[in-house]
């Protein structure tokens, strides 16, 4: 059964620094990874999806990897703000239809100013 | 602006009681999705529809039901037989295109915070 992962579960850094958020994930044959944002009592934002078949795809400041046979997948964030405060979730979906995504916990993010 | 609309944003309701969730969408999506978000867990999905008067159990769906009289209607019924129903709910939905219906990302709406004492 896939099990999805991110670590740390909350993070804290300055405003600028670029960081590094992390996802695994237990059963390599995935047919996406797809990363979100979340606000304070808020639904989730779609930041990346990466295919299968990509290593990577990007987006403003923010940059996904993934690499299948080790089951991992990291978002980059330049240059991080204030705004980007926020907790972010890595969903792996696992069926053709699109219907099967497992999602990890979550790690928050607070950047200060 | 299209998106998807959920409400109220906030529930309360007594033990015993069945409440209905509602959520619109006018994306135009063909599949449509409820989660269930509790503090510490990731999203566990309850019930999805891939199309009009069909739809299917997730993980978790014992105790709630839904209907899809409508492509950009999927309200989400629960009922009484839910042990522990307080929880914040998403609903969503996500364009399914014949070919690589699996590359189309979720769109979420801002959810339902529904507590039951």
Redesign the interface.
């Given at each position: 059964k896939q099990e999805?992962t991110q670590i740390p579960a909350a993070l804290s850094v300055p405003e600028g620094e670029n960081l590094v958020l992390n996802c695994s994930f237990t059963d390599s044959a995935i047919?996406?990874l797809?990363w979100?944002r979340q606000d304070p009592?808020?639904?989730?934002?779609?930041l990346l999806?990466i295919?299968s078949s990509q290593r990577e795809q990007t987006s403003g400041r923010l940059n996904a990897s993934l690499d299948k046979s080790s089951g991992r997948s990291t978002l980059y964030i330049a240059a991080s703000q204030p705004g980007d405060s926020a907790t972010y979730?890595c969903?792996a979906?696992t069926?053709?239809?699109?219907?099967?995504?497992?999602?990890?916990?979550?790690t928050t993010l607070s950047v200060s100013s | 602006d299209g998106g998807?609309t959920?409400s109220p944003k906030y529930l309360f309701r007594k033990e015993g009681q069945n409440v209905t969730l509602s959520c619109e969408q006018n994306l135009n999506h063909d599949?449509m999705?409820w989660y269930r978000q509790d503090p510490?867990?990731?999203?566990?999905?309850i019930y999805?529809s891939?199309i009009v008067n069909d739809f299917?159990k997730g993980d978790i769906a014992e105790g709630y039901s839904v209907s899809r009289e409508k492509k950009e209607s999927f309200p989400l019924t629960v009922t009484s037989a839910q042990k522990n129903p307080t929880a914040f709910y998403?609903c969503?939905s996500?364009l399914?295109r014949q070919a690589s219906?699996?590359?189309?990302?979720?769109?979420?709406?801002?959810?339902t915070?529904l507590t039951v004492t």
């Open positions: 999805v047919y996406n797809q979100f009592g808020k639904g989730l934002t779609s999806l295919q979730l969903a979906c069926n053709q239809a699109g219907t099967a995504l497992i999602f990890g916990k979550g | 998807i959920q599949a999705y510490g867990q990731g999203l566990r999905l999805y891939q299917q998403l969503a996500s399914q219906s699996y590359n189309s990302p979720l769109h979420f709406g801002n959810g915070r």
